[in-house]
């Protein structure tokens, strides 16, 4: 590897923010770890999902798609289509949650990624057990940058059609963007970026080596961006995002997140006539004219700041309606075919006025600082506000067991964190660890 300074050597040099291997990376971490990159045990860089894999969202996905489910045909069967389901957790949420709202024969779920070994992790490791295969829920390798090549788990092509619901945890954030910034002319620059490392080894296994990208050095810079030389995507889009950004000033900086647009535009071809699309993100920061960081890096992948206003600005030339807030660190967004569910008071008032999610985070933080039996009181308060909102999650038998760790009933807390560790494989709490923690007081 060449040597640029004199404590850096040169990964990559100066490339477009979007073809860089930051890109390259994600994706192969992605499809080669499968569920195993949501699994915290010996791996210090997990991809965060306990928000958006929480019982208390599935929750509240569920009662919203209830909420609109009378404008939805009684002849078939409701289609609802996860993507980028990852480790698989929401998806088993979601069909507790169908069951106990009462719609569980109504629905099929189709659980997808273009991860194939995930989804392989999500059938080998009975995620969905107690529910059943056909049924309930199928499996579906789907790129939501190309729809058409969507293929079931035997390699058969799949021809989407009809969804009425589709869900997107933590999903736009790993789509192609490039963070542009308007220039005095009222053209604009692209960021590109060069990376270092402080190690000359060619050999990276983004694998196993879960720290690699944390151990780069990535430097921005901006150069002119020419559009019309951009790639397809950047083209077909471009309209949208220039209109956007029309009245901003010089130096304003946004993402171009044109990998979003080509996947509302793939499920848009796919939704029913009262279909809807639920988003729940990675929120745009407050931008300052200073500010060039507008992504995260998480283990071996890079999770871009999602763009809510161009979503919505897509999809509402195409005639749709949306909602979105803020709430539990999440952004969330409801884009409706037509606007039969949003202009519906009951159905409004429950997504906008209903804070569920935030309660149950709040409840979930404020029940991890507490690590001495002196108030065990205030964590049996806190635990009882919990199971009401969550009582079947691995997450839920994880804190009762927590609860008797701290008051010292260890057989007790060994049998939940044993219960818990049988249905949530990738856990978000390192449940071996606290197993064999709790084993040696007894
Ligand atoms: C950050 S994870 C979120 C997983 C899960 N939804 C959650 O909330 O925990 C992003 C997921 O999107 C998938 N993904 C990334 N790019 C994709 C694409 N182009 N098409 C479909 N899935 C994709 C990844 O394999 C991964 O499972």
Redesign the pocket.
């Known amino acids: 590897m060449e040597k640029i300074t004199k404590d850096f050597y040169l990964v990559e040099d100066w490339v477009d923010f979007d073809k860089s291997s930051l890109e390259s990376i994600s994706r192969e971490y992605?499809t080669k770890k499968g569920m195993d990159a949501?699994v915290k045990k010996g791996n210090p860089h997990i991809?965060p999902?306990l928000v958006?894999?929480s019982i208390a969202h599935a929750y509240n996905v569920a009662s919203i798609f209830k909420n609109n489910i009378q404008t939805l045909p009684l002849d078939r069967k409701l289609r609802i289509l996860e993507?980028?389901?990852?480790?698989g957790i929401?998806s088993r949420h979601f069909l507790i949650a169908a069951q106990d709202l009462g719609f569980l024969d109504r629905v099929e779920l189709i659980v997808s990624?273009?991860?194939e070994q995930?989804l392989r992790h999500i059938k080998e490791r009975k995620v969905l057990e107690g529910f059943t295969e056909n049924e309930h829920y199928s499996f579906l390798v789907?790129?939501?940058?190309d729809a058409s090549t969507a293929v079931n788990l035997d390699g058969d092509s799949v021809n989407l059609k009809e969804i009425d619901l589709a869900v997107l945890?933590?999903?736009m954030d790993?789509?192609p963007m490039i963070p542009l910034a308007k220039n005095s002319d009222g053209l604009f620059s692209k960021q590109q970026i060069r990376i270092l490392s402080k190690s000359d080894s060619e050999e990276n296994d983004i694998i196993n080596n879960t720290s690699y990208l944390a151990s780069l050095i990535i430097e921005p810079r901006w150069e002119p961006y020419d559009v019309h030389s951009a790639s397809d995507l950047e083209q077909e889009f471009f309209n949208v995002f220039s209109g956007l950004t029309a009245s901003h000033s010089e130096g304003q900086q946004s993402r171009y997140s044109y990998g979003s647009l080509a996947a509302l535009k793939s499920l848009n071809s796919i939704l029913s006539d009262n279909g809807m699309i639920y988003i729940a993100d990675i929120p745009s920061p407050l931008l300052t004219k200073k500010q060039n960081q507008h992504y995260m890096l998480f283990g071996n992948s890079k999770?871009n700041y999602i763009n809510e206003d161009l979503m919505i600005s897509y999809l509402q030339s195409l005639g749709y309606s949306s909602l979105q807030k803020k709430e539990a660190g999440l952004a969330r967004i409801i884009l409706c075919k037509n606007d039969s569910a949003t202009t519906n008071k009951k159905f409004r008032e429950f997504f906008l006025n209903n804070h569920y999610l935030e309660r149950f985070i709040e409840i979930f933080t404020m029940f991890q600082v507490i690590k001495d039996s002196s108030l065990s009181d205030v964590a049996k308060i806190l635990l009882d506000k919990l199971l009401e909102i969550d009582n079947q999650s691995s997450l839920a038998l994880t804190l009762q067991g927590s609860y008797h760790l701290l008051n010292k009933n260890y057989e007790k807390a060994l049998e939940l964190y044993k219960e818990a560790r049988e249905i949530d494989f990738s856990a978000a709490w390192d449940l071996d660890y606290k197993i064999s923690g709790t084993e040696m007081f007894i």
């Open positions: 992605f949501f991809i999902h958006t894999t993507c980028g389901s990852g480790s929401f990624d273009f991860s995930s789907l790129n939501l940058l945890n933590y999903v790993a789509l999770a």
